[in-house]
């Protein structure tokens, strides 16, 4: 088996968590960037079972062993629940969102959260936010709360192309502001954009921002 598999992970944490091997704790879904960092939905049958509790270990001591087999990749657990709201919410953690509104047709949701949860929805490289969807199997689309100074990236759209600002969009930033906030290392890799592409379209975003102050 690959040790980039989410398989791999799963058997990780049979080995190491006797209530995941005894059956007490299941393990719901595991989604990876190998080497990056990895969501893992649990559950217990057993009420008096905090799942998440006993998968981290008291001061994280058995989560850190397999931190450890994995190269120092970030795990996180998560409470597995079929109440779909309370599971976006769950996922998208550390961030604290304000609001969702879900699709159920298309598998979409529209998340608010306050503008310094933004970062931390997101996360570093865009992988909280894409193990998030993949964990929950929505798409999902990040909004600011409070954004009334920000610019929506389609009113540059005289001056940067409608597949460029689609592929911000892609990654949950659709605001002048969302985009010039991340570093440009991040931007590269959660986006299928060149660099130059990129530091293009910030010298847009931010020469806008100059005239407005």
Not at 43 to 48: G, V
Request: proline share 2%.
């Amino acid at each position: 088996m690959s040790r980039t598999s989410p398989k791999f992970l799963e058997k990780l944490f049979e080995q190491d968590i006797p209530e995941v091997f005894d059956g007490l704790i299941s393990i719901k879904k595991v989604v990876r960037v190998p080497g990056e960092k990895a969501k893992v939905a649990v559950d217990s049958y057993d009420d008096r079972i905090d799942p998440v509790g006993a998968c981290v270990g008291m001061k994280g001591s058995r989560i850190h062993g397999i931190v450890r087999e994995l190269g120092n990749e970030n795990i996180d657990v998560v409470n597995y629940t079929n109440n779909t709201q309370l599971y976006i919410n769950r996922a998208l953690s550390p961030a604290k969102l304000t609001s969702l509104k879900i699709d159920e047709e298309n598998k979409t949701v529209q998340v608010y959260l306050d503008a310094d949860q933004v970062s931390k929805a997101i996360g570093r490289g865009g992988y909280n936010i894409k193990l998030a969807g993949q964990l929950t199997g929505y798409e999902i689309d990040v909004f600011r709360e409070g954004s009334e100074e920000d610019v929506e990236l389609t009113e540059f759209s005289d001056e940067i192309e409608d597949w460029i600002i689609d592929e911000f969009k892609k990654v949950g930033l659709d605001t002048a502001k969302s985009i010039l906030e991340q570093d440009l290392e991040d931007l590269v890799k959660r986006t299928d954009l060149e660099e130059e592409t990129i530091v293009d379209v910030r010298k847009i975003l931010s020469e806008e921002f100059d005239e407005n102050n």
